[in-house]
């Protein structure tokens, strides 16, 4: 009975023990879950609006309100526009699109189809001829003024004489020809295809006397030498084509990418032609507020009468605004007056945006300062120390035009009666112009006649800079100047040629005995003599990989004779070397300390000899012969603690 009741109160602790036990786990466990909510209810995060956005909104509420302008008549059909329509889309070069409003309303390209089909006309029948039948002067007139300059030429491809004869020297005899190539190339342009407006079309041809005056008179001058009406209609349909505001800065982001589409990456007009579309965009563009809008607004432009104004900044952005109301000038008085918000606001003013290149060098200092990674005895050393200097160490930085490149070149000259060897490093410049390439090539090629040793590093995605053949009118390199893309061996190269100048002779291939090793440093005779079994020897031809990166780890070596490289590949698939083991050196003990695999690849750069000293062995060390093995890791730390320091004395020298 009494063995019950116990084996009752027995049974009911143990109860109570899971029970409790249980009670703490179901805690836990809830606690778990309570932790757990937060990451599954976080609440979704408001979006971040770009400022940009915010801008274009503000701007959008602002203007929205603004009543000034009427909407085109001379057009009938043109008057269909509603007022109120307004839309702002900005496009950057590389095709970020920030808008607002009714920026998907179809409306008619209008007058911004001139620039475009400048460029068609430019590329199908040359500069010579176009700039033979049309001028480029702003006119100062109305924009469908029937005026020529006194040699016979419409003043500019802008007003309707210039654009009607632009239009005549596109590809094709006949309307449709033309308006075939005018609608792909538009299409290139905005990255789909467009169509007609033939409503519009037929409206203008209808009442479109003035123009067909203007055509007749261009016959009558002979810039057009046969009948002009077939290009006249292509010139209606090409001003009747429909976009919308995004497609319209779409064509300006196209501009500004150099002609190529930012998303389809399409090529919609040669490179060069861009620059004179753009010039006459910033003369004649904005009919006769052309002066003003330069002045205030400062950007290359076009506008419509259908209410389009499109404004491209070169390299950076385009800015679209459609709003039918044209003021008194013609131009949109919204798009107007957003866009000098917007130029004042963002500092896009073409003349205001030029930042000076002082920032081109990034960092400058000598081989006294830094040191390239190849290990050398202390006399190399010591005679860099005091020569260094002489060798010159120049990181380039960002784009580099004509400015940016004579800055640097100015440096270059000034220190090059003192130089030895120059090394200029253009990982940090992401592009150069075929003229920064073009006056380095030439000053590299000039500092290296004079016998300086010159090395560009790092330059294989300029190609420009890295072209050989652009080099001398001679187109003879100088064997003192050379491309590496591993800037440790190019500072190598010229510290041994520095070396070398000063009567030095590499000593470090001379073979070292074992008690001269780094490894071994402090160890008595006897524990030498006790160890020395327990290592093996090991030899390698030059070339031999020893150890590839990612293998597994089971030995250390200790060179005897002989030159290693320790080879990093990059991300980029070039290679980089962190170092390089000279006899007396040991290599592979970091993956002994961690048991983690090679990080890095060992090449023999020479036939090397060396002693392996095994995973296994340094491990029974421990047991064995602790105060060997205490002295053998006293030794590693101590080497890579000097190489730390080297490494850390890098990094401050680096952003001196
Ligand atoms: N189609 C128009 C014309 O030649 C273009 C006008 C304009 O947008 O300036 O009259």
Same mark, same amino acid.
């Not at 037929?202 to 123009?211: M, P």
């Not at 209410?307 to 013609?330: K, N, T, Y």
């Not at 010159?454 to 100088?478: A, F, G, W």
């Given at each position: ?277 753009l010039s006459v965009m910033a003369s004649c563009g904005m009919y006769d507020a052309a002066g003003e ?23 950076q952005l385009a800015v679209a605004v459609f709003s039918p109301p044209l003021d008194e000038r013609g ?56 020569y260094g200097q002489s060798i010159h160490l120049i990181e380039v930085q960002g784009q580099v035009t ?21 090394? $200029? ?8 112009? @075929?003229?920064?390439?073009? +006056? #380095?090539? *030439?000053?590299? &090629? /000039? ?83 006790? $160890? ?8 390698? @031809?030059?070339?031999?990989? +020893? #150890?590839? *990166?990612?293998? &597994? /780890? ?103």
């Amino acid at each position: 009975m009494e063995l019950a009741v116990f084996e009752r109160v027995d049974r009911l602790q143990s109860f109570r023990h899971v029970a409790v036990r249980g009670f703490w786990n179901v805690r836990i466990f809830a606690l778990f879950l309570l932790r757990m909510r937060p990451l599954s209810s976080i609440p979704a995060k408001m979006p971040i609006s770009s400022p940009i956005q915010t801008f274009l909104e503000q701007l959008h509420n602002q203007y929205k309100g603004l009543r000034e302008g009427k909407v085109a008549s001379y057009i009938p059909d043109l008057m269909k526009a509603d007022p109120d329509w307004f839309g702002i889309c900005v496009v950057t070069f590389d095709g970020q699109v920030y808008e607002v409003g009714d920026t998907r309303q179809p409306f008619t390209i209008q007058s911004i189809s001139k620039p475009l089909a400048y460029g068609i006309a430019l590329e199908d029948s040359g500069n010579e001829k176009v700039l033979s039948k049309i001028w480029m002067e702003p006119s100062g007139e109305a924009f469908n003024s029937i005026s020529l300059d006194p040699s016979g030429r419409p003043l500019n491809p802008m007003i309707n004489a210039g654009a009607i004869a632009t239009t005549g020297l596109i590809r094709g005899h006949t309307t449709e020809q033309k308006v075939q190539r005018i609608l792909e190339v538009f299409s290139d342009y905005v990255g789909h295809e467009l169509e007609i407006d033939e409503s519009v079309c037929r409206s203008e041809s209808e009442t479109g006397h003035r123009n067909r005056a203007i055509a007749y008179m261009l016959r009558n001058f002979d810039v057009f030498t046969d009948d002009p009406m077939p290009s006249l209609e292509a010139y209606f349909k090409q001003c009747s084509i429909l976009i919308h505001c995004r497609d319209l800065a779409f064509i300006g982001a196209t501009l500004a990418n150099d002609g190529v589409h930012p998303i389809t990456a399409r090529r919609a007009v040669g490179s060069a032609h861009i620059e004179s579309m753009l010039s006459v965009m910033a003369s004649c563009g904005m009919y006769d507020a052309a002066g003003e809008w330069l002045y205030s607004v400062g950007m290359p432009a076009k506008s419509g009468v259908g209410g389009g104004i499109l404004a491209v900044l070169p390299g950076q952005l385009a800015v679209a605004v459609f709003s039918p109301p044209l003021d008194e000038r013609g131009n949109s008085a919204r798009g107007i007056a957003v866009c000098r918000e917007l130029s004042t606001r963002y500092n896009l003013h073409l003349f205001n945006s030029v930042m000076p290149s002082r920032s081109v060098i990034r960092h400058r200092c000598t081989a006294a300062q830094v040191s390239s990674n190849r290990s050398r005895p202390a006399e190399e050393i010591a005679l860099l120390n005091k020569y260094g200097q002489s060798i010159h160490l120049i990181e380039v930085q960002g784009q580099v035009t004509f400015g940016p490149a004579e800055r640097v070149i100015r440096e270059l000259i000034a220190c090059a009666d003192s130089a030895f060897a120059m090394i $200029l490093d253009f990982s940090r410049v992401p592009q150069m112009d @075929a003229v920064a390439s073009q +006056i #380095f090539l *030439e000053s590299l &090629a /000039a500092l290296a006649e004079k016998g300086l040793w010159i090395h560009v590093t790092r330059s294989h995605h300029l190609p420009e800079l890295s072209c050989k053949s652009q080099l001398m009118p001679s187109n003879t390199p100088s064997v003192r100047l050379c491309w590496e893309e591993d800037a440790d061996r190019a500072l190598e190269f010229c510290e041994n040629r520095l070396l070398e100048s000063l009567g030095n002779r590499h000593c470090s291939s001379l073979a070292v005995s074992m008690e001269n090793c780094e490894l071994f440093e402090n160890l008595s005779p006897d524990e030498l003599k006790l $160890l020395s079994p327990m290592l093996s020897t090991r030899s390698f @031809a030059a070339g031999d990989v +020893i #150890f590839e *990166e990612g293998q &597994a /780890a089971s030995e250390m070596l200790i060179i005897l004779q002989g030159k290693v490289s320790v080879i990093l590949t990059l991300p980029n698939g070039f290679t980089y070397r962190v170092n390089t083991c000279t006899p007396g050196m040991t290599f592979g003990e970091m993956g002994l300390l961690d048991r983690s695999p090679r990080s890095a690849t060992v090449r023999a750069d020479t036939s090397i000899l060396a002693l392996s000293l095994s995973a296994e062995v340094f491990e029974a060390l421990l047991n064995e012969h602790p105060l060997i093995y205490a002295k053998l890791l006293g030794n590693i730390s101590r080497h890579l603690a000097i190489r730390l320091r080297k490494r850390n004395a890098e990094v401050i020298n680096s952003h001196l």
